[in-house]
């Protein structure tokens, strides 16, 4: 069956620029986490949804990051004014529901470069 | 609050040996534990969790994991390496303390090396 898919695979962007980064999380999954990983390091908790809320927006940067996800299925990050700090691999992953017992499924990532 | 940590950047292991990658945590109450491995240029892929229950784990790929309370430990642990089993590891914890989040915290990841 299908997994979780991100969209674009790579994006390369420049300083002061708008993207939007997309998640198709597995089917029925409820729950969809964001993460941000920088060589090196685990995933960083970004935001969390439960159907089409926000339930945990706690790991957003600053205001300059948004996420939403309008019928409780795909969903897409938008990053304003990207800065040289923004890149990174970002990650999706979606679970059955928000139990905290359930496993993520992750998407391959998508890398944002920010020149 | 909720932390975990694997205190090994790196190991090295040759094929066939067993193989153990290190993972210790810190909650308030009890812990969900998870690993997850990390092929290049992929997503996380899970491989195990403790919720409750048996303290040894079976997971994907022959790997398993024991669940240590008094020495907050959840150690990934493999009787026989493959090569193909190169790759990063994470281990991640949830909180399950009144408040406590659902969403895990994951560690630094160690990049296990299996040599032929």
């Known amino acids: 069956g299908a997994g979780v898919s991100q969209t674009p695979s790579n994006k390369v962007t420049e300083k002061g620029k708008y993207v939007e980064l997309r998640c198709d999380p597995i089917s029925g999954h409820t729950a969809l986490y964001w993460y941000r990983q920088s060589l090196g390091q685990g995933p960083e908790f970004l935001i969390y949804f439960q159907g089409t809320g926000a339930a945990d927006d706690s790991g957003l940067p600053n205001d300059r990051f948004f996420a939403v996800r309008p019928e409780g299925s795909v969903s897409t990050l938008k990053i304003q004014r990207t800065e040289r700090g923004d890149s990174a691999v970002y990650l999706c992953a979606s679970s059955y529901s928000g139990g905290t017992g359930n496993e993520q499924f992750f998407g391959p990532g998508t890398r944002l470069t920010v020149l | 609050a909720q932390s975990v940590a694997q205190p090994e950047d790196q190991v090295n292991v040759a094929e066939g040996n067993p193989l153990t990658v290190k993972c210790t945590y810190s909650?308030?109450?009890?812990?969900?534990l998870f690993w997850y491995v990390q092929y290049p240029n992929r997503g996380l892929q899970f491989l195990l969790k403790?919720?409750?229950?048996?303290?040894l784990v079976k997971g994907s790929y022959g790997f398993e994991a024991e669940f240590n309370k008094s020495q907050t430990s959840f150690h990934l642990k493999k009787p026989s390496a493959l090569v193909s089993d190169s790759a990063l590891y994470f281990c991640a914890v949830r909180d399950l303390a009144s408040g406590g989040s659902y969403i895990p915290t994951f560690g630094r990841g160690t990049s296990l090396i299996v040599h032929p």
């Open positions: 403790y919720i409750t229950g048996d303290n």
């Open positions: 909650v308030s109450g009890n812990p969900y």
